[in-house]
């Protein structure tokens, strides 16, 4: 055996921890990207969804009869075909208890409006044509009979007793109560306590905006009774099982394929109306169903993200130890519970509000509710960036009521590494993290000290400079069981199947770099499969950040199975004892002798035909099942500085560091990817991204002619830093990190704008901070 | 988008004869409104007539110590024109600051002010410099062109040549852009020319108006103080959710006095 053929050369380029380029890129920037709308399924027609253009109303009639008679037109469907179809109604996505232990009040939802349209984008009807052109020709003669009702956006206002309806069996508009903590021993902490620090939060709407606009080309094989739908998702096992339900087919009759993704947030992760409604068109004109949405329809038709409005309150003792925490308000989840969640204003404000805090007690008392507005799903963080800029904000309030320096309050609540594991008052177990040396790095690296004279030099311009100091700590998703597949295919190269799926983080070459650095198979030969629900026996998807904990450690895992076979095969081939061979890099080795075999040669002697015993394993392939992480709890310390021009009211970000605890990184570069990504989302809710309604629920913000999301020139350069305490919960010590940067961009940024303005006697400001508001609230209105 | 006749003709009579016969006609220049009108369905022409063929509406060159601009000048090429640079350094800063790359490589001078956009940037520059806009059948001064919002004085298929801008001593424009679109929530032009200042503003109301109280203070002392004294009334002016009447009656101030600051 030539020891020379077993390793690789530069393996250690493609080891955990270098960061190795995105496998996908130069297939994406070359536009040789397969995105679902490039796909061509000959013969395929073209669907068009009629919507509601009123907010709230009673459906009077649907007249498709014009439309039915337009050229090209294959059908026109309402809810009434569905129905007859055996569609059943959408899932309904909240599953919590009242405090009464009654269940949510999820409504009925079907895939088009049946009696009523309850927001503007509300599908009402869909209309089949040979091409899209002609399609969007008959949608427009579809008339929809609508008795307009007054509508309700505000989801305070929404909790009013005459408040209008939306639903008979959503009494009050209310989807849930949520109650979480001991209410009781709060309340007795705030009244014996030596100073409460009291903030109302808006927190703001926001459109998800993904560049690639969601899209669906369903089919219908009559030969075999199978399905086929090609869409962009988050993970195709669970997206499938949800399809067939509501579709009353056995799920092993519908396939499920993702290709490329061009970003999704959380917004492309539930089942949508379109989907059904092209299964069902697939299967009466046997022959594929195509749509796309338009941006325009967009805005109207995903899911939106935030919206709610909070009130957090934090109680301390005179030297300002925190004693109790308390989080009261109302969440939006839009028109319905099938696309719109309550996690981001229930569970999750829970695990993600106490952060990296010593604090004994918590209550939490939230309403969801149900409002003409576009359902509000789940959005990068749900919830995490929301708690945590409740309480950063706290922070700094508390800081600057109490006359004690917002670094040494925070120094004194923190929670010390010797105190891991630690329970917090959430009841989430922090396994590890250093929060006092996070901070430490991070005041250093972003010039802490230098800041007055920061401040000095813009003051000498007529500008007004502001430093926001964030110290988040996030949960992430809670364990699920993932796939991680390995297969030695015929063409020498290595499949990994797992049912996470990238839509723009860079799976391939962080799952590659575990698997390599696991197995020793070469990087280049190995293939990311996560797209097709055919080849896969699990998969969570990707969400919550768990992508690295639940398929990174499935690949592990998976690639000790792998070698477990292989010992046992290896020590046949070379002639040996099982006991006495080892596996290192890449290589089973006899102990003690020169005699060796890679894996990848195995791998070949067993495809080539290599006869073995019975009680051997035939192939070193594996379809194993992890059963998941426990939740992470990434965290970090963000500093930001803007500069407020009083004139105008217009904000710049100007300076930006972050270090962040993400335990083991498998690819940096990916990781600061992230951060950089979540970081300017975050700036987008804080400064730009205005979600108006006006009071008939038309949405005025409905275009980028008006809804102002980041530019490159609007993100400040950001200095990043890794500061990794390993987690303890999972073999790879990894932490999720996609969600990280908005939570804590939203707190370090509007910590900063609220400093500018604090020599203006401002006290607090609600996002988005808009030149509008700012000036506003300097002019004292 | 409804489909439509396309025609693009290489002479300015070919494009009136073409517009003569059509039943709904259609002039387009760089079509970066007209275009997304079209995809939104909110207009239905017979047929599209576009300029972008017609030499004699392009080019930019000094011509009797004016400056004049054909209809068809793209914004980007008012920005890098070096006639422009050395005549009204101002005008190619503001055609710079229009939207974005892909929208100043298309749209054009003719085409911004025939739409008349109330947040259009060039209106002001017109008004400002007191040019005079060339159509097919007369010339047109800038106080009488544009009348209302998305309103000018040009007739039923009047094509707009060529806008003629005299030379200014002194001339700057101030934006403060809407986030989103990057029109002007408000801009201020501010010219000099011999004894006299004009004053335009863009964005702040229903269409281009002269601040004539900021002309007098200029003219009398050309300094950013002399605003200071001066205050802006917000009735009537525009009030969308950017920005409310009030705080673009502030705009208007702020803009102007920076705009004189950068005229020097
Ligand atoms: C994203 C975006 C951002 C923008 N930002 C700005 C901005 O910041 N500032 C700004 O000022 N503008 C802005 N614009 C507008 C743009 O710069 C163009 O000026 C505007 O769209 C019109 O010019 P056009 O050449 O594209 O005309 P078109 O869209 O082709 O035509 C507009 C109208 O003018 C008529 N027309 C065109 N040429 C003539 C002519 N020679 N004679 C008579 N009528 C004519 C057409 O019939 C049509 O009615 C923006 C546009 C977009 C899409």
Redesign the interface.
Known sequence: MDIETVGHAGAERFAMGQSVPRTEDPVLLRGEGRYTDDLDLPGAAHAVFVRSRVAHGILRGIDTDAARSMPGVLAVLTAADLAADGVGLLPKTVSLANPDGSPARNPDRAALATGRVRWVGDPVAVVIAGTAAEARDAAEAVTIDVETLPAVVDPEAALAPDAPQLYDAVPGNVVVEYRYGDAAGVEAAFASAHHVTRLRFVNNRVVVAAMEPRAAIASYNADDGRFTLRMGSQGVFGMRNSVAKVMGIPPETLRLLTGNVGGSFGMKSTVYPEYPCLLVAARRLGRPVRWTDERTESFLSDSHGRDAVMTAELALDPEGRFLALRVTGVGNCGAHTAQGVAIPHTSNVVKNTVGVYRTPVMAVHTRVVVTNTVPVGAYRGAGRPEGNYYMERLVQTAAAEMGIDPVALRRLNQVRPEEMPWTAASGQVYDSGDFPAVLSEALERSDWDGFAARKAASAARGLLRGCGLAQYLEATAPPSPEMGGVRFEADGTVTVVTGTLDYGQGHAAAFGQVLSTRLGVPFERIRLVQGDSDRLVVGGGTGGSRSAMASGNAIAEAAAKVIEKGIRIAAFALEAAEVDVEFDRGAFRVAGTDRAIGIMELAGRLRDGLDLPDDLPATLDVDHVFSGAPSTFPNGCHVCEVEVDPDTGAVRVDRYTVVDDFGVLINPMLVEGQAHGGIVQGIGQALMEHTVYDAEGQLLAGSFMDYALPRAADAPSIAFASHPSPARSNPLGVKGCGEAGCSGALPAVMNAVVDALAERGVRHVDMPATPLRIWRTLAGG | ???FDYHKPASLSDAAALLGKAEEGKLMAGGQTLIPTLK??LARPTDLIDLGAIAELKGIKEEGGALVIGAMARHADVAASDVVKRMIPGLADLADNIGDAQVRNRGTIGGSIANSDPAADYPSAIVALNATVHTVKRTIAADAFFTGMFETALEEGEIITAIRFPRAEKAAYAK?R????RYAVVGAFVARTGGSVRVAITGAAPSVFRWTEAEAALSANWSAAAIDGLSVKADGLNAD????AD?RA??VK?MTKRAVLAAG
């Open positions: 988008m409804y489909s939104q369905r403060f809407n986030p989103a679109s959710i950017h920005a409310s705080y502030n705009l702020v």
